[in-house]
Structure formats: structure tokens, C-alpha cells
């Protein structure tokens, strides 16, 4: 399916954001959106693409245009995992600890580590597919009151031929 327009097309964030969101969702996450985070419940899972240069690649412009169009740019991805340490009454339990390691694996699974072609994340791009997502880092702090893991993965990501709008 087209893009709209060329805007909307190079939303990276914004679409990736939106897959996020509707993954989540689906899979019965509470969802916020805010930039400011003293305000975010105790649990939340944040993530963060930042779009690099682009890797050479290209494509004819829509419309058989002899003007070449750029369609592959090199990304970063961080996802941040944050979850209470402690109940109500001031312990920790297993289920708590079991809930970060659960959303911690969650987001490696759904990103599929090994590969990013075919995973659940492309489920839930419109205009995009990752050519490649490969795990940059794990960094893992426990803070008093929190546990917080941030999966870092750097990747390709692509737009696909029939995502363009024909002008």
C-alpha cells in the first residue's frame, strides 16, 4: 500500500513508533505517550529509532522518474525496559522479577535477534521492512526502586518499492 505522500513516507520515527504502539497493544501493554517521564507509570518500555546515513542504495523514483530515490538507510534502535522492584508492601517478589525478564525477552523475541526479516515487527510496519537489526548491547542498572534493561541493536531499514506515493 502507497504512502499518501512523500511526508508521511519519511516518517521513520513516527510509523515505527506507530508499529510499536500496536504491538503492544496487541499484546495487552498499557500504552502512554509522553515526553516526559515523571509522569510515566512504574512499568513502561520506551523506544527510541535514530535514523542514520543512507547506505547507497536506490531505487528509480516513482512515477519512472530517471532521478534516483534513496531507499535504505542505516538505524539504531534502543528499547528501554523499566519495571518496580518491589510490591506494595516493600518486597521483592518472583513475579515481579519474572515480569522484567518476561518484557526484557518479549522485545528481544519480537525483534527476533538472530534476524529481523520475518519477524513480528514487520507485522506491524506499513512502509518499511529492516534489513537487519543485530544486538549492539545489553546494559542492565537496578536503581532503588526500579529495574531497568536497554536492548541496543543497530540494523538497516528499507522502504519498500510499493510503499512509495505515485506522483
Known sequence: MPAANLIELYNFEGNVEAAFKSWLADNQVELYQTIEFDILPDDYIGAKLELGAVTGHYNPAPGGAATPEYDQYACSLEITIR???FDESGNVTPPLRSRHQALTSAMRTWLSIS??????LEGYLNYYEFEFLRPAGTAH?????FDETTLSFDGQISVLPSAFPVL
Open 115 to 120: 534476524q529481523a526479516k520475518g519477524s513480528a
Open 83 to 85: 519495571t518496580a522492584r
Open 141 to 145: 542498572s537496578q536503581e532503588s526502586e
